[in-house]
Structure formats: C-alpha cells, structure tokens
C-alpha cells in the first residue's frame, strides 16, 4: 500500500503541461527512505518541461495519477514499450523521485510496427 500512496500524494498539484504523450519502456523503482515502490517510463528522448522559469529535461518520467486497478494493468506492462498520456508537473515533494512526472489515468503497450 505505501507504493500506491507515493502515486495519491501527487494529485492535489496542478500540472506545468497539459496533454503530453510521453512514450518508452516502463520500469519499476524501489527507494528505501521512504520505502515505496514507483513506475517511471524511460523515454528514448529527453522530456522538457518548462515551469515556473525553470527549465527541466530528464529521460525518465515518474508515472502519478493511477487507481489501484489501473496500477495493477500497469505491472504487467513492465519491462515493455508503453505509451502515458496525461500533464506533466515538476517535482515538489518528497514522493516526486523523478525530476519530472506525469499524472495519468492508464498505461497502455505500444503498438508495434
């Protein structure tokens, strides 16, 4: 349950960006203080955001938003090319371990060529 919590703590921040598609492979990150568990999409470009006159560039997008049930979805997707949609925002607290993050609603495979 702390791992979901990490993801409810950031809906309450308004985001910097809005409708952003942020493809890469989704992978699962494990911190020891606190110890949570988290989903970052790893994007083969960097990912800019520009927010409050302060520009932020990272390949790795910590993924925010998710209920429990599209988290658990999600799980299965790790390891895989995936596509999130949603508002990007810097990190601000304690429970951003990302320089950038998006909240999302779901996480979907990339469609193959």
Known sequence: MKSFLAFLLTLGVAASAMGETI???????????????????????????????QKVTSNSVQIAG???????????????????????????TRYHFEPILIITSKVTPAKSK
Request: net charge positive; glycine share 10%.
């Open 66 to 92: 998710l209920n429990q049930k599209e988290w658990d979805k999600a799980l299965k997707l790790v390891g895989k090319e995936v596509v999130v949609e949603g508002n990007l925002m810097g990190a601000h």
């Open 23 to 53: 493809k890469g492979r989704l992978e699962l990150q494990e911190k020891k203080d606190p110890e949570v568990t988290y989903l970052v999409v790893k994007s083969p470009t960097k990912v800019v955001l520009t927010e409050g006159g």
